[in-house]
């Protein structure tokens, strides 16, 4: 039992960093990195451009353009690699379905969410929506109970 611990964990990792909430979270960080860089290089620039160039520091323009590219690379990477190319996607939904699978609540409650919602990856489906909820409901998950609720007040997924 003890093997399958760190699989589950990451696991549980990778349906984690495919909700859509942190998605959103990681390209907003990217966004702030972006203007980080670009902050600090009209500062810097500003700077030198006001009190000029400090005698025997020939290099400082270069250490400026080097200090601000290294969050503007980072924040351009990580919105990259959030908003990228459509196999990323579906690579997100196997981990997550996978996690699902495996009893994560989270997991299943995220999928019951993206079948109930319908994607463009995955046509939208009461039924196993239903079935995700109930599954990640019985595992304690209390947005799945208040979401199973509501779907047996409304009749939905049978």
Request: glycine share 12%.
């Amino acid at each position: 039992m003890i093997e399958g611990r760190p699989r589950a964990w990451a696991d549980r990792a990778q349906a984690f960093a495919t909700l859509p909430s942190v998605g959103r979270a990681a390209v907003m960080a990217g966004a702030v990195l972006l203007v980080l860089g670009l902050a600090f290089l009209v500062l810097g620039l500003w700077a030198l451009a006001a009190f000029g160039l400090p005698e025997g520091s020939r290099h400082l323009p270069f250490l400026i353009l080097v200090v601000a590219a290294l969050p503007f690379l980072g924040g351009f990477l990580l919105v990259r690699h959030q908003l990228g190319p459509e196999p990323r996607r579906k690579r997100a939904r196997q981990a997550l379905l996978h996690a699902a699978k495996a009893g994560d609540p989270a997991a299943c409650h995220a999928l019951a969410g993206a079948y109930l919602r319908g994607e463009p990856d995955l046509p939208r489906d009461d039924v196993s929506g239903r079935h995700w909820m109930e599954r990640a409901a019985r595992c304690g998950h209390p947005p799945a109970m208040i979401g199973l609720a509501s779907l047996l007040r409304e009749g939905r997924g049978g």
